[in-house]
């Protein structure tokens, strides 16, 4: 079965951090594009980083310094380390995998160009 799981959110105060992991079963990651998305109530779901298969990354200004996209084949997982949280970081956040290759990286950032999904990890930022 080829799935996606998200997992490592969770309630955390303002300036305080978490490691959210993205494990891919079915299949092998080191040959997808791995975008991180998330979705505030009421708002659109938003790219905020990707990293591609030769480990180009990518991180929306809202996260940009704070964010760390990391990929360990050896696990067939994706890591997105977020440092220094506010508490408009708030949201639920997927991990979504494609193996469509684009010459303009910013496709990436949008949820239609992904084929697999997990199924989202709530984080919340607050004290």
């Known amino acids: 079965q080829v799935q996606l799981v998200e997992s490592g959110g969770g309630l955390v105060q303002p300036g305080g951090s978490l490691r959210l992991s993205c494990a891919a079963s079915?299949?092998?990651?080191?040959?997808?594009?791995i975008g991180w998305f998330r979705q505030a109530p009421g708002k659109e779901r938003e790219g905020i980083s990707f990293?591609?298969?030769?480990?180009?990354?990518y991180y929306a200004d809202s996260v940009k310094g704070r964010f760390t996209v990391i990929r360990d084949n050896t696990k067939n997982t994706v890591y997105l380390q977020m440092n220094s949280l506010k508490p408009e970081d708030t949201a639920v956040y997927y991990c979504?995998?494609?193996?469509?290759?684009?010459?303009?990286?910013?496709?990436?950032?949008?949820?239609?160009?992904?084929?697999?999904w997990g199924q989202g990890t709530q984080v919340t930022v607050s004290s």
């Open positions: 979504a995998a494609t193996q469509t290759s684009y010459s303009d990286s910013y496709y990436y950032t949008y949820p239609n160009t992904y084929f697999y």
């Open positions: 079915g299949f092998t990651l080191d040959t997808y594009t």
């Open positions: 990293i591609r298969r030769r480990a180009t990354t």
